[in-house]
């Protein structure tokens, strides 16, 4: 009897364990789920395709209205951009909890497509238009459209949940490779206002069809108070403590590598033309890595997979970026990187919404990452103040290379033990 009881106990904890040991849900079969990941995937390509073309903007704002404009200025509104966009992802996520997808999905389509309509008609040479206008607007409008497509998208789907999941996160990625070609090609033919106004009009049809095509699977609840909106209550579980804390100490390092690889390379290599080419390999292998991620992780379980890859991604800093300059190394550092950091990037939130209720998943997720947001915005400036000016290129470096590669793998040992914290069992699916 005693082993009937023993035996019992042990499928109840491996079933409270995880929610993804249960089987596809029958829904998942049906096509609405499969047309809204389709419609988060249009969000997440409009939203980070804006974001991640901020570099076209700094670049064409210091050669023509803000010459004399200090470019860590210029920065600043991209920074605030992203910043708004995590900071807000909490009221964002409690907003979809309470009121579901389709107004979230019409503040935000209208603010991204008529802050790029505003953006055409503003004096570039005025920086605070630019600031309110692309840094405010564009930002908080981005973040109400952005943290509702994730957890919509992992809404409809249990056993795949990190798989849809991932494919929405790389979509914002091809966003962020399509957006600047666009910006590349169409600025010398058109001008810099009516390319503005061609690509407001494709993110207007974006949200359109996204808008036509989603459906949110669980009923809204009413907002009972202002306080519902910052549900900060994930933190009294232990497990989502420790792996916010995890993953708060691994931000500060994750976008070291993406920020200066390039910088790194022209100083050491100055005559190699692999600088130009480092970054956009390290985002492909990052889209390979989401989506693969993902996959894994549907598998194997999302902690299970997100605490390797992170510890990994700083030895490979330390391993690989910290003992040679080799234009060969180099390379395939930052594809390795690139892949472990986009399973990162599209696995954690999954592990958030693994330990949260289904009907508080926006309110949870976002307010992991609007604790994440203040080492998104602090981590890659104190690794470059570490940055040294020296003849000897990787003494200069090491400070930036040893701080983005220690926090990364302090970051991934605190999320191991997160996922000890869910199960000692490590061969469950967690």
């Not at 935000?108 to 309509?117: E, R």
């Not at 206008?133 to 564009?138: A, D, M, N, S, T």
């Not at 700083?314 to 390379?331: A, E, F, R």
Request: aromatic share 12%; glycine share 10%.
């Amino acid at each position: 009897m005693k082993f009937f009881l023993e035996k019992k106990k042990k499928k109840e904890d491996e079933g409270d364990a995880s929610s993804l040991e249960t089987d596809i849900p029958k829904t998942d079969r049906d096509l609405k789920p499969l047309l809204t990941v389709l419609g988060s995937c249009l969000v997440y390509f409009s939203a980070f395709g804006i974001i991640n073309s901020f570099g076209f903007f700094q670049e064409y704002y210091q050669s023509t209205g803000l010459t004399d404009t200090p470019a860590s200025t210029i920065s600043f509104i991209g920074t605030l951009q992203i910043t708004l966009m995590n900071v807000l992802a909490a009221p964002a996520g409690s907003l979809f909890d309470c009121y579901g997808l389709k107004n979230l999905y019409i503040l935000s389509g209208l603010g991204c497509a008529g802050g790029l309509l505003a953006l055409s008609f503003s004096e570039t040479d005025e920086l605070y238009q630019l600031f309110l206008i692309q840094g405010v607007l564009l930002g908080v409008a981005i973040a109400l459209g952005a943290q509702p497509a994730l957890v919509v998208a992992g809404q409809h789907f249990q056993r795949r949940r990190a798989l849809v999941m991932g494919i929405v996160a790389a979509s914002g990625s091809v966003g962020g490779v399509c957006f600047p070609i666009i910006f590349a090609r169409l600025m010398p033919q058109v001008g810099f206002a009516w390319t503005l106004r061609v690509v407001a009009t494709v993110v207007a049809v974006s949200y359109a069809i996204a808008l036509s095509i989603s459906w949110t699977k669980l009923p809204p609840k009413p907002l009972r108070g202002a306080g519902q909106l910052f549900d900060f209550k994930g933190f009294l579980d232990k497990r989502y403590s420790v792996l916010a804390v995890g993953a708060f100490v691994a931000m500060l390092g994750q976008y070291v590598p993406y920020y200066y690889i390039t910088s790194y390379c022209s100083t050491s290599n100055p005559n190699s033309s692999a600088k130009d080419y480092l970054l956009p390999l390290m985002n492909a292998a990052s889209i390979l890595g989401r989506i693969l991620g993902g996959l894994a992780a549907d598998e194997t379980g999302p902690t299970n997979i997100t605490y390797p890859m992170t510890i990994l991604s700083g030895i490979q800093c330390l391993g690989m970026w910290l003992v040679t300059s080799d234009v060969g190394v180099l390379v395939v550092f930052v594809i390795l990187y690139g892949f472990c950091s986009g399973v990162f990037i599209a696995v954690l939130p999954v592990i958030a919404a693994q330990l949260s209720p289904a009907d508080k998943l926006g309110g949870r997720i976002g307010a992991l990452y609007t604790v994440l947001a203040a080492a998104q915005l602090v981590g890659s400036p104190i690794g470059g103040s570490l940055i040294q000016s020296s003849t000897d290129f990787a003494f200069g470096y090491m400070g930036l290379i040893v701080f983005g590669g220690v926090t990364l793998f302090v970051g991934g040992i605190v999320v191991f033990i997160s996922r000890i914290l869910q199960h000692k069992d490590l061969s469950l699916r967690l």
